[in-house]
Nanobody, 113 residues
């Protein structure tokens, strides 16, 4: 069973918005943030969120993306505004449990006119 379930990707025009969701199926799995990857490149951090909901962002997305969490639903969201073609990637959420990393299955975000 996939420990992290992502949703919300899709095709959007430049300047548009999307909201990604990542739900952990276990209450003791801490959802820590979002990463993205394009073909031939390493996976890179997009945004992380601490237990107190403090967000940390990659320079490329500061001011456009907002990460948030709903502890009651054990879900982390990534609100993406003013999307650019360079934001096109597969987005993965990452979680931690008992010293191990867990990844979602990935959701494709395509920004194109």
């Amino acid at each position: 069973q996939v420990p992290l379930v992502e949703s919300g990707g899709g095709l959007v025009q430049p300047g548009g918005s999307l909201r990604l969701s990542c739900a952990a199926i276990r209450r003791d799995l801490f959802v820590a943030g979002w990463y993205r990857q394009t073909p031939g490149k390493q996976r890179e951090m997009v945004a992380t969120i601490a237990r107190d909901s403090t967000g940390n962002y990659a320079d490329a997305v500061k001011g456009r993306f907002t990460i948030s969490r709903d502890d009651a639903k054990n879900t982390v969201y990534l609100q993406m505004n003013d999307l650019k073609p360079d934001d096109t990637a597969v987005y993965y959420c990452k979680g931690y449990r008992m010293g191990y990393d867990y990844w979602g299955q990935g959701t494709q975000v395509t920004v194109s006119s």
